[in-house]
């Protein structure tokens, strides 16, 4: 099957109701493109928060939602019948956490492999398809102590399966690449936060416990360091990105990985100080020992990413974690 194209392409966004899709596709509509955003509302968290990002979208006129798994290939293909063709695709939709693919590997293998592949065949029968960006992960670095990581360092021993697939998806990506001429880039991640944050991330937890009165867990003893970038930032990167899609060389298929982080390697204890500060109460820290599948440091070189995007990271933790804050307590009128 190919798709033809209409005159207009619209932008489908995958995960739209997540955190970075949500922003992206905001970013997106407010510089004037169409969005179809789709995502399947998994339970994995609050769904209520997901509604509440995709009650933001519908307010613009130009965005469609639709409630649709992308591991469903007749699902995606009469997606694509009814509201495509899709020229550009930004792919954020995956089962994401580190720590919850101890618990549930199929969901992985699922959303994150499965859901990869059928994007990628619906983008290879698309007429003069232009970018799939896809979101990869930092993790993908796994225990590398040579910092900070670049794409050129090796990324050949993940040490948790989420890291696994999305490694996976890279390798799938260059594969497809080469196949079928897609130009393809993948996105690694560092950690993200910012309004509108996952319920399962750091900064969201710590701030929630704090203003509970309940513990905090801190694991390797306090002894972590991570490349925390805005989500604004993040958001630059993605769409600097989209509109610079990679071309064919001699030797070389359609396909990139970047970096996209702040290029800083923070304390976890400095971040922990400033929700304090923002909140005017104390932690009450409980230290625990590493846990399986998770990483001492991360700390992205993003040299690549600027050179061929123009993208520049600009939001220190200092000036992010009070912007979370101040969402926070008007969200949860705390």
């Given at each position: ?102 618990m549930n590997p199929y969901a992985y293998i699922t959303s994150n492999c499965m859901g ?12 003069d398809f232009t970018h799939l960006v896809y979101a990869s992960s930092s993790s993908v ?12 360092d090796s990324v050949d021993s993940p040490i948790s399966l989420y890291a696994a697939t ?169």
């Amino acid at each position: 099957m190919t798709y033809d194209l209409s005159e207009k392409s619209h932008v489908l966004v995958t995960g739209v109701a997540g955190f970075i899709g949500f922003h992206t596709a905001t970013r997106l509509l407010q510089r004037g493109e169409t969005v179809v955003g789709i995502d399947n509302l998994n339970d994995y968290y609050d769904v209520a928060l997901k509604e509440a990002r995709l009650g933001q979208l519908a307010k613009f006129k130009s965005f469609t939602f639709v409630k649709q798994d992308i591991a469903d290939k007749d699902g995606m293909e009469s997606l694509w019948r009814e509201y495509g063709p899709f020229r550009r695709v930004v792919h954020l939709a995956a089962q994401a956490g580190v720590r919850y693919s101890l618990m549930n590997p199929y969901a992985y293998i699922t959303s994150n492999c499965m859901g990869h592949v059928t994007v990628m065949e619906m983008c290879r029968h698309t007429k003069d398809f232009t970018h799939l960006v896809y979101a990869s992960s930092s993790s993908v670095y796994g225990a590398n102590r040579k910092l900070p990581f670049s794409v050129k360092d090796s990324v050949d021993s993940p040490i948790s399966l989420y890291a696994a697939t999305k490694r996976a998806d890279e390798l799938m990506s260059q594969s497809y690449a080469h196949l079928y001429n897609i130009p393809q880039t993948g996105l690694r991640f560092f950690t993200v936060y910012g309004p509108w944050g996952r319920p399962d991330m750091a900064l969201f937890i710590f701030t929630k416990a704090i203003v509970e009165g309940k513990k905090i867990e801190v694991f390797n003893n306090g002894e972590m360091k991570r490349d925390f970038t805005y989500i604004d930032d993040i958001v630059d990167g993605v769409l600097a990105t989209l509109d610079a899609p990679p071309e064919s060389g001699p030797d070389a298929p359609p396909h990139r990985v970047l970096n996209i982080g702040n290029t800083r390697s923070e304390n976890l204890m400095d971040f922990v100080r400033i929700i304090e500060k923002e909140l005017g109460k104390k932690a009450d820290v409980e230290y625990k020992d590493m846990q399986a599948g998770d990483v001492k440091e991360t700390y992205a070189d993003v040299s690549e990413t600027s050179a061929l995007t123009g993208f520049k990271p600009k939001t220190p933790i200092a000036e992010g974690v009070p912007r979370f804050i101040e969402w926070y307590r008007g969200y949860y009128k705390v």
